[in-house]
């Protein structure tokens, strides 16, 4: 079955520099690959996602970027700021029927 | 429209004893996932059901169940806690890939 690892698991960024999540996946059957943001106390809300015959997608100061050969996907948020401070997880799945598999998350730490 | 709902918000029972955690989906989304979350380990799949079946499930015990009813609202069940149970469970709602999750249920086993 599907396999999600990620890196790194904490991360501290100073208000205004850029953060960088990265992921990788082990099913080459995987094709939508989603990115969760959790706030404490709140359950993990959809940022962007992608799906694999996309290279790219961005939203305002979010991207996600995929390489499919080499199975990894990454999420950078530019211009960070202090409302950024959160968890955030990726997942996969290959199928629109499959379970969708997360990795262990990233807690994110914007610096003031 | 409302979101995912997930009662209770938060559970204290006591090792051996069983719970129940109800999880009402977005109205009009059929799939139904349930995840537990602990410090460290992310969000692991435990079933996720689909106009009443089980459709796909996670590697844990027995002692882990669910169910689904005709107006796809989902119940899972823990029978014989044990500490490791205590746990944050989420649930997550879908009509197609992306996923809804509710504000889950706090169990806490002492």
């Known amino acids: 079955g599907e396999n999600v690892e990620q890196h790194p698991s904490t991360l501290s960024v100073q208000e205004g520099d850029s953060a960088v999540i990265k992921c990788t996946y082990s099913d080459s059957a995987s094709n939508y690959f989603p990115w969760y943001k959790q706030e404490l106390g709140k359950g993990p809300q959809l940022i962007i996602d992608i799906r694999s015959n996309v290279g790219e997608k961005k939203d305002q100061r979010i991207a996600v970027t995929l390489n499919k050969t080499a199975k990894h996907f990454s999420l950078h948020i530019t211009e960070t700021q202090p409302e950024d401070s959160a968890v955030y997880f990726c997942a996969a799945t290959p199928r629109r029927d499959d379970k969708i598999i997360f990795g262990k998350g990233t807690r994110l730490h914007i610096l003031p | 429209k409302a979101g995912v709902t997930q009662t209770p918000r938060y559970l204290i029972k006591t090792r051996g004893q069983q719970v129940t955690l109800s999880c009402s989906p977005i109205s009009g989304h059929r799939s139904v996932s349930w995840y537990q979350q602990t410090p460290g380990q992310g969000l692991q799949f435990l079933f996720e059901?689909?106009?009443?079946?089980?459709?796909n499930k996670g590697n844990f015990p027995g002692r882990f169940s669910g169910r689904q009813f005709s107006n796809s609202r989902s119940e899972m069940n823990v029978s014989t806690l044990e500490l490791g149970d205590s746990a944050l469970y989420l649930c997550?709602?879908?009509?197609?890939?992306?996923?809804?999750f509710g504000q889950g249920t706090r169990l806490t086993v002492v």
């Open positions: 997550a709602s879908r009509a197609d890939t992306e996923a809804f």
């Open positions: 059901y689909f106009s009443e079946t089980q459709r």
